[in-house]
């Protein structure tokens, strides 16, 4: 009998590599709720920061890139630079995508993934079924890795939750909930500052505690023209990291782990700049140095930029403190796999072919970002990892040997 491989996640990685795994003729199986990360994670109303050129799922075949999908719903082709692509929009590609490329997906949970003895992987899933891989992929993107502060982590002892008093950006898929209400968002990237403007226009009142003075892009026509075109805006830096993700691995560790950071670090889009203005109010402080509930309401210390400590109160705290990347968080990987993956500050280390110190397992997308550069926190890094992953996939487990 055949082993498959097993993709686990069905965003835009893992439909990209089985995409490419099922054109190679290799079974397959795949696992996840189709983009569930847009669909249940990200707010509604969300514009994608990335332009429509950054913004298409690698495929094997030409006919699949977001400007095909417009043409097939009947919709306004987004091809130019100021195209702004809706999260509905991106969603809805998402789901053509996976529709044609990657039928048959299987809507269900892995709940662990271990090594056998005789060769290849024993998957478990929460159906109840369990069955070997040759080899796997593991491409669950986001989940698991939503970072909350120390300091707001100790005012929520149970947790972050979108009705008590302090929640993670990524637990609301819509911030109407908040109309009418005081809210504090906490950060300074673009899900910070769009998701403070979301809750305003929904008519919240809303301050951004940050601290930097939040920064928004330059439109694409002030792009500096004598500088190399990349998905993500013209910059040498940023072609290097877009056209040339596979040297990245080389960089000394602590280039790679400070890069990964730094590049494409928070920035607001160009096109939130006005909405922002005059609907939020912004709080630049040093540092949060505690929080805390009283009657049902939070209340942050901070330190000003002077260096005198303050309270701020509001209904609610909302932490847009983004992700990061953590191997213990992804609990469906075994003990004994576990045991042999080489990790670095938390994150799997990666070889050629994105394929970890287990002969087999496989990483993509933000998992991979620290050894493949910070075009893997992208949709358009899938055109850099899939087809090299499988390229490597293929040539060592093309022929099964489980
Ligand atoms: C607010 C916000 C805005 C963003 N905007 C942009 C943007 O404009 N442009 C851009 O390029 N990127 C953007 N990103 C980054 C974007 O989320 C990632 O580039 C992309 O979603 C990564 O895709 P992925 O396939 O790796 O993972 P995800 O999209 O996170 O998908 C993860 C998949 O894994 C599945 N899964 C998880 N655990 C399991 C399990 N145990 N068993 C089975 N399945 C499992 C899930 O069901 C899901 O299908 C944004 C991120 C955020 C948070």
Not at 37 to 52: D, E, F, Y
Not at 183 to 212: D, F, K, N, P, W
Not at 332 to 340: E, K, N, Q, S, T
């Amino acid at each position: 009998m055949s082993h498959p491989v097993a993709v686990i996640g069905a965003g835009p990685y893992g439909l990209s590599t089985a995409a490419h795994l099922r054109a190679r003729g290799l079974p397959v199986r795949v696992f996840g709720e189709p983009m569930a990360s847009w669909r249940s994670h990200m707010p509604a109303g969300m514009v994608l920061k990335s332009t429509p050129v950054a913004s298409s799922i690698d495929a094997p075949q030409p006919g699949h890139q977001l400007a095909d999908y417009c043409d097939a719903a009947g919709i306004k082709r987004l091809v130019a630079d100021d195209d702004l692509i809706e999260i509905e929009t991106f969603v809805a590609y998402g789901t053509w995508f996976q529709e044609r490329l990657v039928p048959g997906l299987e809507r269900v949970r892995v709940v662990s993934v271990d090594r056998r003895t005789a060769g290849g992987f024993e998957i478990k899933l929460d159906s109840g079924e369990q069955f070997t891989a040759r080899a796997v992929v593991v491409a669950t993107g986001l989940s698991g890795f939503a970072r909350l502060p120390a300091e707001l982590a100790a005012a929520v002892p149970d947790g972050p939750t979108p009705t008590g008093p302090v929640s993670h950006s990524s637990q609301h898929a819509g911030l109407d909930r908040f109309a009418d209400r005081e809210l504090i968002v906490v950060g300074a990237g673009q899900s910070a500052l769009e998701g403070a403007v979301l809750a305003a226009e929904a008519g919240a009142r809303v301050r951004l505690v940050a601290r930097t003075t939040p920064g928004f892009g330059g439109p694409p026509w002030e792009q500096p023209r004598l500088r190399p075109r990349s998905p993500f805006g013209r910059a040498w830096s940023l072609y290097a990291i877009s056209y040339h993700a596979h040297l990245y691995r080389h960089l000394p560790p602590q280039a790679r782990h400070y890069l990964v950071h730094r590049i494409l670090g928070p920035l607001g889009a160009w096109w939130l700049h006005d909405r922002f203005e005059g609907r939020v109010e912004v709080t630049e402080v040093r540092e949060i140095t505690g929080a805390a509930v009283a009657d049902g309401r939070p209340e942050l210390t901070v330190r000003t930029p002077g260096g005198r400590l303050r309270e701020i109160a509001a209904d609610h705290v909302l932490a847009a403190t983004g992700y990061r990347v953590d191997l213990a968080a992804l609990d469906f990987i075994g003990h004994a796999l576990r045991a042999r993956l080489a990790v670095s500050r938390g994150t799997p280390k990666l070889g050629a072919g994105y394929c970890s110190s287990v002969p087999g397992l496989y990483f993509t997308g933000l998992p991979a970002a620290a050894s493949y550069g910070p075009a893997m926190r992208f949709v358009c890094g899938t055109e850099a990892a899939s087809p090299r992953l499988v390229r490597h996939l293929v040539r060592a487990h093309g022929a099964d040997s489980g």
